[in-house]
């Protein structure tokens, strides 16, 4: 498709790096001489540096063979003068970038097929967070009610384990809603079947009606530790008392527990020697640990944690862990601490604290 957008901003940028993405022939006009030689040398797009009104400019950009013009300039009077021209010129699809929701009728008078208001997804998108938090992104169909969006299952909801048919068919699931995409095991999606099972810890995209949502969430997300096993709510319990998790959302401490082990070491054991790879992160529950490194020795005991730093590098360790007294211990594998450090960034922080405290 041959596009011509009007406007490098910010904006601008980001979509013309899109549609070359996309595999997209795209011509840039902006008035900035800057920004043309810019877009050009980062991009590789064709920029033609003028006012994206003047008809001459508009030739040279090629928008008589135009399959589509995107008006993305900062101000409306331009975009609306430049979306009237790219009608005259016979561009089938017209698309426009709307900073004031006022020009919403002048914009369909002038022949724009698409208007996109800047104000209204920025609200949307800041009121859909603040209402349902749960919503990694929702994007509105049509002119109704009817919404798509995204959402992880946490581990323990009452959903996991249950087949999409199961689950529409369950007791408060509304009628209205449907499973159109599920994240698999190794992360990419598909379109879901009814015998598609949903394993908590992976996204589902689904279509639902605003009035809906609410319900659709308690039915696909609500967890009580009621619902999680014996051994699951005792890691849990313990995952509570490791300072650095103490800002981590329950439902990445509950995919922690139920991928925690509890293990019973004996008095002399070794966990690990310095100098070899460490994957894993250990959590005292009970007895006490020492830690040697060069004739030095620290004892740790409850709440205590060992082998952070390895767990998320994997690289080798910098002390002997060592069994001080009998000891039970929560061990968590590195690659579910990583995860967890990478929906929750703050982490790093607490957990360089940790380390240098250590």
Known sequence: MYVVVAGGGHMGTHLL?????????????????EVTQRIFAEQGVVAVTGNATDVGILDQAGIRRADAAIAMTGRDSDNLSFCLLARYYGVPRVLARMLNPQYGIPYRLV??????????????????????????????????????????????SPVGGQAVAEIVRGEGFPRRCVFIGVESEA????????????????????????????????????????ELGQ????????????????????????????????????????????????????????????????????????????????????????????????????????????AILLRNPFLALELSKALSER
């Not at 790096?17 to 001489?33: S, W």
């Open 111 to 156: 022949g724009a097929t698409k208007v996109h208001s800047e104000a209204d997804i920025l609200v949307n998108s800041f009121l859909m967070s603040l209402e349902y938090p749960e919503i990694s992104s929702l994007m509105g169909v049509g002119k109704g009610d009817l919404v798509v969006f995204e959402v992880r299952i946490p581990v323990g």
């Open 187 to 226: 992360g990419e999606l598909g379109t879901p079947q009814g015998g598609t099972v949903i394993r908590g810890g992976t996204s589902v995209i689904l279509a639902a009606h605003r009035p809906d949502l609410p319900q659709l969430l308690r039915c696909l997300i609500a967890a009580g530790e009621s």
């Open 17 to 33: 790096a899109r549609l070359v993405a996309e595999g997209h022939e795209t011509v840039a006009i902006d008035v900035n001489p």
């Open 231 to 338: 051994a699951e709510q005792e890691a849990l319990s313990v995952l509570r008392g490791v300072g650095f998790l103490s800002g981590v959302a329950r439902e990445d401490l509950v995919g922690l527990a139920a991928g925690a082990r509890l293990e019973v070491r004996k008095r002399g054991e070794t966990l690990y020697a310095a100098g070899q790879p460490g994957d894993r992160l250990y959590i005292l529950r009970k007895g006490a640990v020492a830690l040697e490194r060069r004739g030095d020795q620290e004892v740790l005991r409850p709440p205590a944690w060992l082998g952070e730093g390895g767990a998320v590098t994997g690289g080798p360790r910098r002390f002997t862990a060592r069994v001080h007294e009998d000891a039970e211990l929560l061990v968590l594998e590195g690659a579910a601490l990583r």
